[in-house]
C-alpha cells in the first residue's frame, strides 16, 4: 500500500531554511512546438506546478499555438516520420503512409485515457481553474493570421515577447522552453 | 512561529498521518490551523469524501475531486490554498498523493 511505501532519502529530506528562501516560486513554460507529447508535456509542467502551490504562466508560440486553436487543440497528433524514438526499427516509409500518423495518435490516446490523462481542451480548463494563465504570441498569431477569437477561451491574451519576459519577473521563476 | 499541536499524532517527516485510522476532525482542524486554514463544513464534506475514496483504494487526482459533484477545480484551490491535493490529503490524513495530474 501506499502508506507504507518509503520514499527515497533525499526525497525526504527536511526543508532546510536555504531551500525555503530559494523556493522556486513561479514557472514559465513556453511551448514551440504542436506535437503531442510535446504539448502534453508542457500541460503536465504547468498543471504540475499549479498543484504544488507555484504559479504557472503559459506562453504559446509557432506551432504551439495549434495547442490553443479552438479547431485543433482536441486533435493534435504525434509524429511517426523524424522521430526515431517513435516505434524504433519502424522504416520511414511505413511510418509515412496515409493514416499512420493518424492511428498512432489515436492508440497514443487512447494509452492516456487509460492514465485518466484529461483531454488538451480540459487540460486547459484544469489549469486556467487552478490559476494558471495562458497567452499566445502575437507574431507568431500574425503569421499565422489568428486572432482572439480563433483560441480556446482560457487564452488570456495575445501578447509580444517583451510582455511574456514581464510575466517571468521576480525572484524565483523558473523558464522551460519547449 | 510553530505551534504544538494539542492532538499529537504520529506523522511522518512531511507531516502526513501515518495511520489514517487514527483521524479525528479535531486533529484536521489543528492541522488545518496550521496551514492557515479554517475548516468549514465545505471543507469537510471534502476531506470525507477524500478519505472515502482513500480508504477504497482509489488514486486520487485534482481532475478526480473536480468530477466528485462536491466542488469544482477552482473551488477546490480556493478551499486549500498552494496545492490543494497535498494540502487537503495533509489534513484528511492520508497519505501523499502520488499522481502528475
Redesign the interface.
Known sequence: M??TMERPATL?K?VTADKETKKVKRVLIICSKGKLEDVYAAL?MA??A????IEAKMFFTFFGLEAIKKTNADHLHTATVGNPAFMPGMPTVLAGLPGFEAFASFMMKKEMDK????HVT?FF??ID???GEIYACKLAADMFHLKKEDFIPEVKDIITVGDMYALAEGEGTHMVFI | METVLTQALPV???GYL???KLWTPEWAKEVAAQLNITLTDKHFEVLKWLRDKHASGVPL????V?ASGLV???EF?ALF??????ISSKIAGI?KP?S??
Request: aromatic share 2%; hydrophobic share 30%; net charge negative.
Open positions: 501506499i502508506d525526504e527536511p503536465v498543471n504540475g499549479l498543484m504544488e502551490g492514465l485518466e490523462m484529461p480540459e480548463q484544469m481553474a487552478g490559476g | 511522518n517527516k512531511e501515518l495511520d489514517s487526482t485534482i481532475r478526480k473536480g469544482d477545480i477552482k484551490y490554498p498552494g496545492g490543494p491535493l497535498k497519505p502520488a502528475c495530474i
